[in-house]
């Protein structure tokens, strides 16, 4: 005999075992007094198993996150759910809103958790999610993307030395994952002082929307799900082993003025290598940029117009398997290409 599962509670709503609901989280009003909610997406297995939360647009203009939770949404094999799945497509509703990272109180929501019902907005915002969001989860994945004019290689960013969150890092199937320490305030951070296991994964660039990223993104998702029981595992190919970097640094313009690069996202670089160069508009000069050690392009800036000191190359260090990794990130760009379809139960792309 099947023991049917308890509701699961929310801001004040029960959502019956095999049930899914759309709920609005209240937040504080606009200034045109127009009610506002945080949109929480709440799929409550039948069967027993771990509570999961998939956030998007922590930063308001970070959009592939938006689109990945949508055809996450969409994916039939969810009517087979075990435990509970919590997605929240845009958590700085107000950001998305504006076409802004930040709120309108500029404040970065990713540095404002835990947060506080009596605080600044963000941080009554921060505490909402928290209290009726991530408490209740064992598990989360936070959907970014690089800030505005700066685009990011698909990777996840975790804590690789705790065992289980390293095994869900790889389970994720992106090639490179990069080992980030905990920044105070992040939604990553706190979860994790609640014994929250978090991925990070970041691809493409604010208010864009990039589908080999959208891709990859559900993809990983995917898999994260079957390794922790939430989805019937399949057959498939044993996935290529990622590399890891334990270290990362970005390189910033010597001068201002006119950025053109020499490597993309992926580029494999040795130490004092010609990156990049930075043009002096009006007399030509050109200030050349170098690579600082050996390593693999993970971010760049993608904005013409530069600034002396402003970040133009995220250098991610890597040991001697620099050949493998440009191998493997051209295979990963061909098997997430939008003219591929992936042998999958995913929705089209549309």
Not at 128 to 135: G, L
Not at 195 to 206: F, I, N, Q, T
Not at 282 to 309: C, K, S, Y
Request: hydrophobic share 40%.
């Amino acid at each position: 005999m099947t023991v049917l599962r308890k509701p699961f509670e929310i801001a004040h709503h029960s959502i019956k075992p095999g049930e899914r609901q759309l709920l609005h989280l209240g937040l504080p009003r606009l200034i045109t007094n127009n009610p506002i909610g945080l949109p929480v997406h709440v799929l409550h297995g039948r069967r027993e198993g771990p509570v999961l939360f998939v956030s998007a647009a922590v930063h308001g203009d970070e959009l592939n996150g938006v689109e990945i939770i949508r055809r996450l949404l969409a994916i039939k094999s969810l009517r087979a759910l075990h435990g509970t799945l919590l997605a929240a497509p845009m958590v700085n509703v107000y950001g998305t809103l504006n076409n802004s990272r930040y709120l309108p109180d500029r404040r970065d929501l990713n540095r404002s958790f835990p947060g506080s019902g009596r605080g600044s907005m963000a941080s009554r915002l921060a505490d909402t999610f928290m209290k009726e969001v991530v408490k209740q989860c064992n598990y989360g994945i936070d959907l970014h993307t690089g800030a505005i004019n700066r685009s990011n290689l698909p990777q996840i960013r975790a804590d690789l030395d705790d065992a289980e969150i390293n095994e869900l890092a790889h389970a994720f199937g992106v090639p490179v994952l990069l080992n980030a320490g905990l920044r105070e305030g992040s939604l990553r951070a706190v979860a994790a002082d609640r014994g929250v296991k978090v991925l990070v994964y970041e691809a493409g660039e604010a208010l864009r929307l990039d589908e080999v990223s959208i891709r990859a993104g559900l993809h990983g998702i995917l898999n994260v799900m079957r390794a922790i029981g939430m989805l019937k595992t399949r057959r498939r190919r044993k996935p290529s082993e990622p590399f890891v970097a334990r270290s990362s640094s970005w390189v910033r313009a010597g001068d201002s003025g006119l950025f053109h690069a020499r490597i993309d996202l992926g580029g494999v670089v040795k130490q004092g290598e010609h990156i990049g160069s930075v043009f002096d508009p009006v007399t030509g000069e050109e200030d050349q940029v170098l690579a600082p050690f050996r390593g693999v392009i993970i971010g760049r800036n993608v904005h013409p117009l530069v600034h002396e000191g402003e970040a133009v190359f995220h250098v991610a260090r890597f040991g001697n398997e620099l050949r493998d990794v440009a191998d493997e990130l051209e295979s990963f760009s061909q098997e997430f290409d939008p003219d591929v379809i992936l042998p999958t139960d995913e929705p089209p792309v549309v």
